[in-house]
């Protein structure tokens, strides 16, 4: 995988539109502000890290593909193009194929919630404009036509380590000659029902909202870059196995440290939440960012933000290697490492 | 088994088949490839309804919550048979199936795996039969894939598994081999979110691509397995895409779609009709577009009104979803 290399990345995140907000989150330590979430019935509305309004507005919501999709599409294709940059036109004028590899735990729930609520109400009036933004792969298909790209689009559904199994395929497919590159992105949008649902299970802690996404191709000759060195095995647990040596084995098989490494978590501050990760990392010697403990609980979008963070840090001089390890809620523990070429 | 929805129910079931079949052991490290659109829908469904009706009850709710997730389907699926390893659950749509199997082959030919089990699944529900009302996609009559007077589609449900390995450790085990998957094509329609290019480019694109990958043009192919909807749109883009596609060949390559007979299956169509082909080119007859009355007229190929017997070797199938999603598998008999 030493062959691959990061040729851009974007993120959306409640620190701000673009990586750049998020690195500066990370490097100060700077936590999102909360913004209450009103959900029926509740006497006390929950918290939630929104996505600031862009301003200007992005000038991609123009596209008539664009201009009525619900915010995860939005946040995709904003995380996309900045990933991009100046490769978009090489892509528009075809003289690049260009592979897309969309991940998402919830998807499109804000539409799907509307368009539901319309179909409990009268369903003879339910609209079919909402119907067809709560498939899971409207926002990849969104992105690939505004890029005009007829290449294979993927979108998968998973855990939060599903992040970095789409950076392992899109190596594969960059490897197979399969595409010239990739863009891989990880994104979620809030909604009541999801913030209510995740209360379920973590009583009081705000979940956010956003988008990241690295753009990947083959190294090419000359000028020093950024390489996606190793992806480890998914390494399953489930409610038989152990969480913790699922994340312990990620650990394992990634190898030793390496120098100047930053380490770059999935701890979010919750101590019931972060113990499985934060013991099988233990004894790390570098330094190390938590990007969901400022930002919140973000699903694939965290997952992606920790591999955004790792990516822009390393590119702005910040370490010599960056390591991102995620353990997910409720099917594998994976890890990456990405250092300078 | 309580707990689960019913797609997770019917996933269950055809996986069962498939690996009671195959004769496979429960072990380690064995992939898991899924396609599916709506996953637990139903359960997803009774958490907004409950979350409206009973705002402060929370009774049952984190157990929907749980299991309306596919990667607790897959979770459930792996337990059920004993073995982990990763999975891949993919949701292009009304291709994830075929996109699942193609997947899985993929694994396989680039030496990533030696077995992939890989499948699609889907539950009916309330927000998917709503929203292809919505759009007016259903036929208000019967649906007639490929007919002139064609006027929507029919829902399904269903799934369909399959075991894959390589041909090494099939015939380690002594394996009965029911097919091979030898072409695979995934590519964007990037026309319209729900509408596809009328001269059905991306599908085209599809079936060259897996053609390509599979080393063999429209001559070889025995026999069609369509997408075929019956919607006015599909099957008119469809045919205009086999058209060009087989060039002279149309005029006498067997074409049909399954959905006539079993419905629209959704994330689980791609897979349950590579299961049809495979027992096509076993069973040496091909499947009928069982309610076809006067064919459009835009089909230059033959479109099959009844089962007829066939010895082909090769059968292609196709898949395409809102969002562009388009997908072609090729099959060969084993012989």
């Not at chain 2, 919550?65 to 792996?78: E, K």
Request: charged share 15%.
């Amino acid at each position: 995988m030493s062959g691959i290399v990061v040729k851009g990345f974007g993120a959306v995140s409640p620190a701000g539109w673009g990586a750049e907000a998020l690195l500066n989150a990370c490097r100060r330590g700077e936590s999102a502000p909360f913004k209450e979430v009103a959900c029926p019935g509740y006497k006390n509305p929950l918290k939630a890290r929104f996505v600031p309004v862009a301003s200007p507005k992005s000038a991609f919501t123009a596209h008539p593909r664009l201009r009525r999709t619900s915010p995860i599409a939005q946040f995709a294709v904003g995380a996309a193009l900045e990933a991009l940059g100046p490769d978009t036109p090489l892509i528009q004028n075809g003289a690049r194929r260009l592979g897309i590899v969309y991940c998402s735990t919830s998807g499109c729930v804000n539409f799907s919630r509307r368009f539901y609520d319309e179909t409990l109400k009268d369903a003879s009036t339910a609209s079919p404009v909402i119907f067809p933004e709560t498939v899971f792969n409207a926002p990849s298909s969104h992105l690939g036509a505004l890029l005009g790209s007829q290449g294979i689009n993927y979108t998968i559904v998973g855990d939060q380590g599903t992040f970095l199994q789409g950076l392992a395929l899109a190596a594969d497919w960059l490897e197979a000659d399969r595409v010239e590159s990739c863009l891989v992105i990880g994104a979620e949008e809030l909604d009541w029902l999801i913030a209510e649902a995740f209360d379920l299970f973590h009583r009081n802690k705000p979940i956010s909202e956003g988008a990241g996404a690295l753009h990947l191709a083959k190294r090419a000759p000359g000028g020093p870059a950024v390489n996606l060195q190793a992806v480890t095995q998914p390494q399953f647990f489930s409610t038989r196995a152990d969480r913790r040596a699922a994340a312990e084995r990620a650990r394992k098989e990634l190898g030793p440290q390496a120098e100047g490494d930053l380490l770059c978590d999935g701890i979010q501050g919750v101590p019931r939440l972060d113990r499985d990760e934060q013991q099988a990392w233990s004894g790390w010697g570098g330094e190390r960012w938590s990007p969901k403990a400022l930002l919140g609980e973000g699903f694939m979008a965290g997952a992606a933000w920790q591999c955004v963070a790792a990516v822009a840090a390393l590119s702005s001089g910040l370490c010599d290697n960056a390591t991102v390890s995620v353990l997910g809620f409720n099917q594998q523990a994976i890890a990456a490492r990405f250092g300078k070429s | 088994m309580a707990r689960m929805d019913r797609a997770s129910k019917l996933l269950l079931h055809a996986a069962t088949e498939a690996w009671t079949q195959s004769g496979w052991q429960a072990c380690e490290n064995l992939p898991l490839v899924l396609g599916t659109t709506g996953g637990g829908m139903n359960l997803g469904e009774a958490v907004y309804r409950q979350a409206i009706a009973a705002p402060l009850s929370r009774r049952s709710q984190a157990s929907r919550v749980i299991h309306y997730q596919p990667p607790r389907q897959a979770i459930d699926l792996m337990e059920a048979f004993g073995f982990s390893g990763p999975v891949t659950i993919i949701a292009n749509a009304c291709a994830s199936g075929a996109n699942a199997i193609g997947h899985a082959w993929e694994l396989i030919r680039f030496g990533r795996a030696e077995r992939v089990l890989a499948g699609g699944y889907e539950g009916l529900s309330q927000l998917i039969f709503s929203g292809f009302d919505s759009l007016q996609a259903l036929s208000p009559t019967v649906c007639r894939p490929f007919d002139a007077q064609r006027d929507g589609l029919a829902l399904g449900e269903g799934a369909a598994v399959l075991t894959l390995e390589t041909l090494e450790s099939a015939a380690r085990r002594n394996a009965v081999i029911l097919g091979e998957i030898v072409g695979y094509g995934a590519v964007t329609d990037s026309h319209h979110l729900t509408q596809p290019h009328p001269q059905g480019d991306a599908a085209l694109a599809a079936m060259n691509a897996a053609c390509a990958s599979a080393g063999l043009t429209a001559q070889s192919i025995g026999y069609v397995n369509a997408h075929g909807t019956g919607t006015p749109l599909n099957d008119s883009a469809e045919a205009a895409a086999l058209n060009r596609w087989a060039g002279a060949r149309a005029t006498t390559l067997p074409v049909s779609s399954t959905k006539s007979s079993v419905g629209h299956l959704l994330g689980a169509a791609g897979a349950v009709e590579v299961v049809i082909c495979l027992m096509s080119l076993c069973g040496r007859w091909l499947p009928p577009t069982s309610t076809l009355q006067t064919k459009e007229a835009a089909c230059t190929f033959p479109v099959l009104r009844k089962a007829v017997d066939a010895k082909i070797e090769y059968a292609l199938t196709n898949s395409f979803g809102f969002g562009g999603a388009n997908a072609s598998v090729i099959v060969r008999r084993w012989s």
